[in-house]
């Protein structure tokens, strides 16, 4: 591999904000100043889509103290785009990147990013434009391969487990059925996560459902009467992508003209089709008086104040290491490994190449779901837990002997 260039760098932030993709783009900038070769750090406005129309911030020339707001703040602090760029677009992207000598390319994103990565690292080579192109990986949905887990899906589990210990009181304290609708397209991980802050036999959520795992609308209404015979009372999480025991996603078979975006696919997370659908369900056939549902919808990427201290440490680690590997190669993701869970939790960051990240996807894996489908094991808690961090406790009186 030659010497690494003297050249500029940009950054851009892609697809769903998080609530610590900030912390990566501060460890770009952080890394970044410390490497002679990068001359300028710019700072892509709506990523691909500010790259293509050359407009660009300065990050070189923030100050410290505010790197560490930005650091803690929920969202992009750049802007996001869902563009999907094909190859007349990255050309134009190509020519902008000549024009300002922006030789070290740094994308944070899920899947689609790295293959934009992979897409325009490949270009260049092609034109001989020396160009080292690096993904960040940043999803909460933490369906992305080769990685132990993603930066993102910390702090959105830290969210989803305190969102659902909150709705379980409420449902103890006017008991009936209470159905949360969870992002999570293809991937579990997240509503899986809604468990986490259980810490009675009896709290919620009683069950949990998810795209690896098809239900009929017949076993659903069962698996509720079930424990509303038992608890009197019910609360549940479902994936947005749940789906039919065909495989096909009831938010798909609900939606007559369904919203895409960009990359083709539906939009399930800006409709409450699904849980009124569910609610709509349990009423009809178990005769429920008190039903309710929410869509969490976009509520579960952005919420300040509640990192994961963990996740916003590694998420600031793999932007320092993207750059880090930029000196020595010229593509790649940046990948986390675990080398000790629990109390000692610990993990190490490698490079993979970008070829390996790019468009596709992980589901849960099986044996993070009970075996009736509609719970988590003890193994997902040993695998999550060290990602959300610690959890508030809570209290409950009702149980206590009646005098």
């Given amino acids: 591999m030659a010497d690494a260039p003297k050249a500029n760098a940009v950054v851009g932030q892609s697809g769903g904000p998080t609530g610590v993709i900030n912390a990566s783009l501060v460890g770009v900038i952080e890394e970044a100043a410390k490497h002679p070769q990068i001359e300028n750090i710019y700072g892509a406005v709506h990523a691909v889509a500010g790259m293509v129309k050359d407009d660009f911030i300065d990050l070189k020339s923030i100050s410290a103290e505010t790197l560490e707001l930005v650091a803690a703040s929920p969202s992009s602090a750049i802007g996001t785009s869902r563009d999907k760029p094909d190859a007349e677009y990255c050309a134009k992207i190509l020519e902008v990147f000549k024009k300002r000598n922006i030789r070290y390319f740094f994308y944070i994103g899920g899947n689609d990013s790295a293959n934009t990565a992979h897409i325009l690292n490949t270009m260049a080579d092609e034109i001989d434009f020396d160009i080292r192109s690096f993904h960040i990986p940043k999803t909460v949905d933490n369906d992305l391969l080769v990685t132990d887990h993603c930066p993102g899906f910390g702090t959105a589990a830290k969210f989803e487990a305190c969102a659902l210990m909150g709705d379980d009181l409420d449902n103890r304290a006017l008991p009936g059925v209470k159905i949360d609708v969870i992002m999570g397209r293809d991937a579990g991980f997240l509503t899986a ?53 065909d495989g096909v996603t009831w938010a798909k078979k609900l939606a007559e003209k369904a919203e895409t975006d960009d990359h083709g696919n539906i939009q399930l997370s800006g409709t409450g089709a699904l849980a009124d659908f569910l609610s709509a369900q349990v009423k009809e056939n178990l005769k429920v008086k008190r039903v309710r549902a929410d869509t969490f919808g976009y509520l579960q990427r952005s919420f300040a104040g509640l990192q994961s201290e963990i996740d916003v440490d590694e998420a600031r680690r793999c932007g320092r290491e993207a750059v880090k590997l930029a000196m020595e190669h010229d593509n790649g993701s ?34 993070f779901i009970n075996d009736e489908g509609n719970g988590i094991t003890d ?25």
């Fill in 379 to 403: 193994a997902f808690v040993e695998y999550a837990m060290p990602l959300a961090g610690e959890l508030p406790k809570t209290e409950y009186l009702g149980a206590r002997p009646r005098v």
């Fill in 334 to 367: 940046v990948a986390i490994k675990r080398i000790a869970n629990g109390a000692d939790y610990a993990v190490e960051l490698f490079r993979t190449d970008l070829c390996n990240v790019a468009e596709h996807s992980k589901p849960m894996p099986d044996e």
């Fill in 193 to 245: 996560a809604t468990a986490l802050g259980k810490q009675r036999d009896d709290d919620g959520p009683h069950l949990i459902y998810f795209p690896e795992r098809p239900v009929s609308m017949e076993k659903f209404v069962a698996d509720v009467d079930a424990v509303m015979t038992r608890l009197g009372r019910c609360v549940v999480t479902v994936s947005e992508g749940m789906r039919d025991a």
